[in-house]
């Protein structure tokens, strides 16, 4: 256990609907990232916050995928109108700030099915 | 960025020291080596990282030629809860912090 949790651990959903993930980090990290995986392939990054700013998304966060992080603590990634392209692991890391040294640790995932 | 290249698979026997590939030969003065693992359906575990000297903790030990060029990551007493898929990264300058993965090394021990 690293001390990064998500929430829920599996979803399955229809296509059409909406679906909402959260991330709570470990509490003295103040970056924090969203990472999506498919089956076979390595993780791969969407966007991070560091505090409540988001700071980078990737072009494969489509205008359907909206993330926040309120408070700099906890985050949310919500998926809007899910595809079944949309089924995937979604990942948390956390870390805190420290040049290139930086360690970024992994939540256990939320796995999406969408039906 | 600095690519890795990684052998897809590599088997091991339990108990035996597992020694694992990694080239990057592109990899700049001041970025960092990188190693994550994942074991089947969990979020991927930090291991081990490193900038020019060989670093071990109580995980594993993590070997960069002098060129840094190539690193080997070395799991002392290879045990079958070491069966995952291991991760050789650099980080990137360009990326800003974001970790980029390939592949992987499917690592299975076997007793």
């Known amino acids: 256990d690293t001390g990064v949790s998500q929430d829920p651990r599996h979803k399955i959903t229809k296509r059409g609907q909406n679906v909402t993930f959260r991330c709570d980090p470990i509490s003295e990290h103040n970056r924090l990232y969203w990472y999506r995986q498919t089956l076979g392939q390595g993780p791969e990054f969407l966007t991070y916050?560091?505090?409540?700013?988001?700071?980078?998304k990737s072009r494969l966060l489509s205008d359907r995928f909206s993330a926040e992080r309120p408070k700099g603590s906890f985050s949310t990634l919500e998926i809007q109108r899910t595809e079944q392209g949309d089924s995937a692991m979604y990942l948390c890391a956390s870390s805190r700030t420290g040049g290139w040294e930086e360690t970024q640790y992994f939540g256990p995932g939320t796995r999406l099915l969408v039906l | 960025d600095a690519k890795t290249t990684q052998p897809p698979s590599m088997d091991c026997a339990e108990g035996r020291a597992a020694n694992l590939p990694c080239n990057h030969s592109?990899?700049?003065?001041?970025?960092?080596v990188y190693w994550y693992r994942q074991i089947h359906s969990q979020g991927p575990q930090y291991i081990i990282h490193g900038l020019k000297n060989n670093e071990t903790n109580e995980m594993a030990s993590l070997i960069i030629t002098e060129d840094r060029k190539s690193s080997t990551l070395i799991l002392p007493h290879a045990t079958l809860r070491d069966t995952a898929v291991y991760y050789c990264?650099?980080?990137?300058?360009?990326?800003?912090?974001?970790?980029?993965f390939g592949a992987g090394t499917t690592v299975t021990v076997r007793a």
């Open positions: 916050f560091q505090n409540e700013a988001q700071l980078e």
């Open positions: 592109t990899i700049s003065g001041n970025e960092y």
């Open positions: 990264i650099v980080r990137s300058r360009s990326n800003d912090y974001k970790l980029s």
